[in-house]
């Protein structure tokens, strides 16, 4: 069974500019969920998606949006970007998500850098 | 709000020893662990896993060890090998997402 995949896998875009990426979860997953992580934040929670709704959400400004598809394919975009976006975004999988007690497994990221 | 953390930010290890890498958190009411390991480049891998309603879950050469007493958890490596060289980190259930622990990186030495 395929892994979580996300792209792109690098991107660089300047400040003011917006960025829109992309996670395809396991097969049979209905559960999304999204990640930054930076050195000195470490991983944060950003939102979680089930059933193309955003179930859950972390403490990142409105710049930080998502959304899901009918097939569970997710998308996130930053808007307006800052430098302090430069960051390793990390999506995750699950079958109904952590609530429940389950393992969620991570795609490889996309790394974002913000000039 | 709730943090989890790590002990050590750094382990270095001889191959062949074995690791044990130490967490602490502090919701108390927290029932879901998981270990991850992240090599450079990668995302987080699973491990393993334990629910609050076990003390002690084993793998293949890990295990980990809960102790809800005093909020500790425990990833064991057996016989290190230089391919567990990588960033493990601690996460813990809250609600619908994982609060994750800075992580340790665990350096394993020829």
């Known amino acids: 069974k395929a892994g979580v995949t996300q792209t792109p896998r690098y991107l660089i875009k300047t400040r003011g500019q917006q960025v829109t990426l992309s996670c395809s979860p396991i097969?049979?997953?209905?559960?999304v969920s999204w990640y930054q992580q930076t050195p000195g934040q470490g991983l944060q929670f950003l939102f979680e998606?089930?059933?193309?709704?955003?179930?859950n959400k972390g403490n990142f400004p409105g710049r930080f949006s998502g959304r899901q598809f009918s097939n569970s394919r997710s998308e996130m975009n930053v808007s307006t970007l800052e430098l302090g976006d430069s960051a390793l975004y990390l999506c995750?999988?699950?079958?109904?998500?952590?609530?429940?007690?389950?393992?969620?497994?991570f795609g490889p990221g996309t790394r974002l850098l913000v000039l | 709000g709730e943090s989890v953390g790590l002990h050590l930010p750094t382990l270095s290890v001889q191959e062949g020893d074995n690791s044990i890498i130490n967490c602490a958190y502090s919701n108390s009411a927290s029932d879901y662990f998981i270990w991850y390991k992240q090599e450079s480049g990668k995302g987080p891998q699973f491990i393993i896993d334990?629910?609050?309603?076990?003390d002690k879950r084993q793998g293949q050469r890990v295990t980990v060890l809960l102790n809800k007493t005093v909020k500790h958890l425990s990833l064991q490596i057996a016989a290190t090998q230089p391919g567990d060289s990588a960033v493990y980190f601690c996460?813990?259930?809250?609600?619908?997402?994982?609060?994750f622990g800075q992580g340790t990186t665990l350096q394993v030495k020829p």
């Open positions: 097969s049979g997953h209905r559960s």
């Open positions: 998606y089930f059933s193309e709704t955003q179930r």
């Open positions: 996460a813990e259930k809250e609600g619908g997402k994982l609060i």
């Open positions: 334990i629910r609050s309603n076990m």
């Open positions: 995750a999988s699950s079958r109904s998500g952590v609530a429940g007690g389950e393992t969620q497994y």
